[in-house]
């Protein structure tokens, strides 16, 4: 990378799910939660910037969220920014956190991840996941993001004869190792016969193909590598980092069966990392529909286009397979609290290459890769993180 690199020290997460707490108790659990894993020596006055992801979900402060970070995170004085790229937010949050560190403009920062999704009706959901698709051609035709992807969907069955199975057996899995994850919305395995008998939302894609509406927060406390082991004998390194964007209608792209913002993210990523795509360990990737994992897998680079649904259907990306992909249940089972997902990815980097992430644990888990997309992929972030 030839830059000074940012290591995590602390990181906290609230369960996901439909959730009593506000958004304000949202943002406060997962700083105090991220403080207190710090191993030790650590304390808030030490934030130098912070960084904040949210879509602003229902309009619940739309403007100057920030503020209410620095209100809640005990930091106020402190420069607090907000980034809106959709359900890549705190992806680009943590990126900027991150970039922060590297230029030396800080030496502590704070990434946070978070939204609010089940205090509306499901006519205002429905509005305000609109907002970040294409408005003018896509909502105006009454296209939702389950539709948008499941025009992909049907257009990459058909292009690669990939059997309907494949989309659900990445339900399965992450389903499995959802039910693992004692921070995830739905912590129950569904079998295949379930998957593919559900209500359909948008053909092919059905209830299990979808990521649900969620609640929820993530943080991170990034510090300049020199200063790590002050803080943890386990620092988790900012290894390399990507970030991409496409144009924002599906209509206007070269392809519908892959995401150039990932492929653009993927390579400057491991062109910074400086290692190889076999050195990974596990992905966590943005699964917001099955398809959108067959998608990731190709377009990170760790298998040949049409080949993702035969990689899942052989049981390489499930937890004790050849590639594991979203260990934590990724947004399918874990959910999907739009701002929050990013940052909870890079959560569960942190947990699982120290080692700490229980019945869930990838083994000998050195480095990982984490993907964050914004909408239907107008814009994605890959961050890779390493233990040395
Ligand atoms: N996967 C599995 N089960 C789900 C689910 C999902 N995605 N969403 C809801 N359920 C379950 C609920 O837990 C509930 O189960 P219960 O009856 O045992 O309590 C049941 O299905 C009905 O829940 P409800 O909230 O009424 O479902 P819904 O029909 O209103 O919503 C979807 C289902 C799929 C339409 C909704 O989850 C959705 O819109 N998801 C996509 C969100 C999205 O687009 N995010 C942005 C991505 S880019």
Known sequence: MGRRRAAIVGAGHTRFGVLPATPREL???????AVASVDRGFERALVGEAFLGTLGFSGWQLGNASAVLAEEAGLVGVPVTRVENACAS???????AALAIQSGERDVVLAVGFEKMNDTTSTRRRYWLGVSGDTEWERLSGLTFAGVYGLMAGRYLHDYDCPPEALAEVAVKNHANGALNPNAQFQKPVSRE??????RVATPLGLFDCCPVSDGAAA???????MAHRFTDTPVY????GAGSDRLALQERESMTSLKATQIAAKEAFRRAGFERSSVQFLEVHD????AELLAIEDLGFAEPGRAGALTLEGATRLH???????????????????????????EAFVQLRGAAGARQVPHAERALTHNVGGSGASATVSLFSIQ
Do not use: W
């Open 288 to 291: 917001c529909f099955t398809i």
């Open 220 to 226: 991170l406390l990034l510090v300049g590598e020199e």
């Open 90 to 96: 705190a992806g680009f949050a943590l990126r900027h």
């Open 321 to 347: 397979g050849r590639l594991p992909v979203n260990p934590d249940g990724g947004l399918k089972a874990k959910g999907h609290p739009i701002g929050a997902t990013g940052a909870s990815q890079a959560y």
């Open 27 to 33: 943002l406060c659990q997962a700083v105090d939660a």
């Open 194 to 199: 379930k998957v593919l008998a559900a209500p």
């Open 238 to 241: 900012v290894a390399g980092l």
